[in-house]
């Protein structure tokens, strides 16, 4: 830990850093380390090590990790994220044997980016874009951001009614 407390260590890593955005943590980018602030709550009744697996692949998936890129040691995140090593460690493993990760002895574990993760981050990309062109449509026709996020669930919800029926 810091010892001069997390707020400094914060604007340091701040001054010497590239903020990604796109994902529901933050990322801080050094050298060829990534140092990671996940937020893990654990009231919402989802194992933690299950959130912690939604982040990373989110991060990969939006491209705010890049392939190769090493992830913090179990320990040091353990650490940060105030939970359990075996946490962070069955987050990993099940990472790595979904083929996102690879863990190295000794080195840590680095992102591992297969040609469909690649396919998958350029599909969200392209969608993310495409919902920002047609959210300003609506936003510019007079509808609130309430009113849109209603019509976006209603109409996700849509099919799986149909499916259901079958």
């Known amino acids: 830990m810091d010892p001069e407390g997390p707020v400094h260590a914060t604007a340091r890593a701040l001054a010497r850093s590239e903020i990604l ?35 990373i692949r989110h991060a990969v998936e939006t491209g705010a990790l890049r392939d190769g890129e090493q992830l913090p040691g179990i320990r040091t995140l353990a650490e940060e994220l105030v939970v359990s090593p075996n946490t962070v460690a069955k987050a990993y493993s099940e990472l790595e044997h979904e083929g996102l990760l690879e863990m190295r002895h000794g080195s840590g574990a680095f992102v591992c980016v297969k040609r469909r993760t690649r396919s998958l981050a350029d599909q969200v990309q392209i969608a993310r874009r495409r919902l920002r062109d047609i959210i300003e449509r609506l936003r510019e026709d007079g509808l609130l951001d309430e009113e849109i996020r209603r019509a976006f669930e209603a109409e996700l919800l849509y099919p799986a009614e149909i499916v259901r029926k079958r």
Not at 22 to 34: A, C, K, N, Q
Not at 44 to 50: S, W
Request: net charge positive; proline share 9%; glycine share 8%.
């Open 21 to 55: 955005d796109g994902w529901p943590g933050t990322l801080y980018r050094y050298s060829d380390t990534v140092r990671m602030f996940f937020k893990l709550t654990p009231t919402t009744g989802q194992p933690l090590y299950l959130q912690l697996m939604q982040q």
